[in-house]
């Protein structure tokens, strides 16, 4: 059964004025050894000669995949990444890559598919107090939120500090709430497979170097797709900085006093950086640093109705920022050519995306756990957030970047997808300039 013609106008419209930048971007971690056949550090590493083909034969081959026909702008001769893609995000269709399925080391990118896999399983008010157990394990140079034993968290602060800060601390606390690391890691794979992600293999949750743990610009970009179906994963994504609770200490007269701090997006094209503007339409998704990854980026954007997915993996040049001026060099292409160039593959929906997925407590809105509003607004009111609006606990910045009106998620009655070859985005929200 075809889907049914969209009758509401997408619209992800961000502002793009400059942010100050509070916050430094996430350490580089320290690389394990590679094993044999694993992705290696060095720059002159070159792609295997055949890879994966899921989505489309030429996404299987090495090198710039592109229709370049008449009328169709040329691709940007600057981009050095190893591996990149533009897709659209609504439609599926690739508009152009280069070593598409190459296996690399994914960096903080892997979080995706840990927020996609573990954010249905807690409300966000569920509250979690942290044993050292749970901070056991994390790799030398990890990035941090700023997690102390013995503090109480909620699960919406835990997942502020994923998708903000990039802490592998929140990371491992939510792991550990979660029957431990290594459940974790299975569920991740099997989250994987189900999504056809089939280049990647995790090894740790946090997306910390290891060896064997890799994915690719395809599979990064299937799995921001999945999540970006989440309400919750679209708010999180797509906050600018929000507070995060502090360490208790003896205040005036020895009460106890637990003061919160501003925690900021290291996602530069959604936070901003010196000489690097927001990007106009920006509305998340995630970027990763380590030193066998090199720098990796999934983002999404939109103009004029159109929603695009790039994902950058490892550019060579050593310029600061250099991920995100490739990715803005990748999007404004896309933007240029969707709708004239013919694709060169596909993003392929999830294996079961076609069966009903109606069961006792689903969620097809995505909030954590299914208990609760989102920040933005009342689950299944179709309520519009408003860019710039601070939620409750005071998260500040775009807010809800892909909001929800009427249907969601193209739902059949029984709660099924309703699936051709497309796999729809759920319907955005316009929403006003920040202040």
Partial sequence: MPAPKKTVRRSLLVTSAVLSSLALAAPAAVAAPSPSGSPSASPSATPPASMSTVGGARLG??????????????????????????????????????NAHWRLAPASTLKMLFADTLLPKFPKTAKHKVVPSDLAGMGAGSSLVGIKEDETYTVHDLWLGVFLRSGNDAVHVLSAMNKGVDNTVKEMNEHAEELQALDTNVVSPDGYDAPKQVSSAYDLTLIARSGLQKKDFREYCSTVSAKFPGQTKKGKKGKP??????????????????????????????????????????????RDGKVLLVTVMHPEKPEHNEVYKETSQLFDWGFKAAGKVQPVGELVPPRGAAQASSEPGANPSGEAGGSGSGAGGTAGTGAKPVAGARTAD?????????????????LLAGGAFLVNRRWPLPDLVHRRTRP
């Fill in 61 to 98: 081959q090495p090198g710039t995949q592109a229709n370049l026909a008449s009328g169709v702008p040329v691709l940007p001769k600057d981009v050095s990444a190893r591996s990149w893609i533009v897709a659209d995000a609504e439609s599926g269709d690739v508009l152009a890559a280069h």
């Fill in 257 to 302: 006093v637990r003061e919160s701090f501003e925690i900021q997006n290291t996602n530069r094209l959604l936070s901003g950086d010196a000489g690097l503007p927001v990007y106009q339409g920006i509305a998340g998704v995630k970027n990763g640093n380590t030193t066998n990854a090199g720098a990796t980026f999934t983002g999404v954007a939109e």
């Fill in 394 to 410: 005071g998260s500040g910045g775009i807010g809800i970047a892909l909001g929800i009106i009427g249907g969601v998620l193209v």
